[in-house]
């Protein structure tokens, strides 16, 4: 089956700074998601990216579907501690074929 | 957020003893999913349900059954528990076709 691999594993960042993730696959998409999961709690939704080259913004968050359809990333802008978490990115080919990559681990420093 | 419940949120069991997980939702969604989430692997889809009755197997479904006798219930039974099921287990749900998986709080299952 389709295997993201996704990058950085972790980052120990200061608070303020830029963070930047990324997730690529062998095999094309045709949806791109970003979670964020806080311990003991399930993934929640950031973004949803539906069209190749499509850039979308929430908030201090900012995520592109690659032109190939086969990558994505997400940058956090000026970090704050409550980005602390593991962030998850998923491609999607249909409602029932949803795959993960195995999460970056953010660590902002007061 | 979508009201999607797990119980239970945590159980211990032992080895070979049947297991099942609920995952509840009120949100009349058609589409339901279990994962398993493991260090390294991010989540993987174990089974999935798009309506009542109507199920498929995913991406890891070996020892792992589900039945959705209800729109809003879909259970997720080990029938015979192995250290190798040690994990935490999602839920989720959606509208359907490409709409967003919305996901419960998760089980923590420890099998000994």
């Known amino acids: 089956g389709q295997q993201l691999n996704q990058s950085p594993q972790s980052m120990f960042i200061q608070e303020g700074e830029d963070v930047s993730m990324n997730c690529t696959s062998s095999?094309?998409?045709?949806?791109w998601l970003w979670y964020k999961q806080e311990p003991g709690e399930g993934p929640v939704l950031l973004i949803a990216?539906?069209?190749?080259?499509e850039l979308t913004s929430n908030g201090r968050l900012t995520a592109q579907f690659g032109i190939t359809r086969k990558d994505s990333f997400l940058n956090i802008s000026a970090s704050i501690p409550s980005d602390v978490g593991i962030y998850f990115c998923?491609?999607?080919?249909?409602?029932?074929?949803?795959?993960f990559g195995a999460g970056t681990r953010l660590t902002v420093k007061p | 957020d979508a009201g999607i419940t797990q119980s239970p949120r945590h159980k211990v069991t032992e080895t070979g003893t049947p297991v099942t997980l609920r995952c509840h939702q009120t949100?009349?969604?058609?589409?339901m999913y279990w994962y398993r989430q493991d260090p390294g692997h991010g989540l993987r889809l174990i089974h999935y349900?798009?309506?009542?009755?109507?199920?498929d197997k995913g991406e890891v479904s070996d020892g792992y059954s589900v039945s959705r006798s209800k729109t809003e219930d879909f259970l997720l039974t080990l029938e015979s528990a192995t250290s190798s099921q040690t994990s935490v287990y999602f839920c989720?749900?959606?509208?359907?076709?490409?709409?967003?998986?919305?996901f419960g709080p998760g089980t923590r299952l420890t099998v000994l």
């Open positions: 989720a749900s959606s509208a359907g076709g490409t709409d967003t998986q919305y």
């Open positions: 095999s094309i998409f045709n949806t």
């Open positions: 990216l539906y069209k190749a080259g």
């Open positions: 998923a491609g999607q080919l249909n409602n029932n074929d949803m795959r």
């Open positions: 949100e009349n969604h058609r589409y």
């Open positions: 349900s798009y309506g009542v009755k109507d199920t």
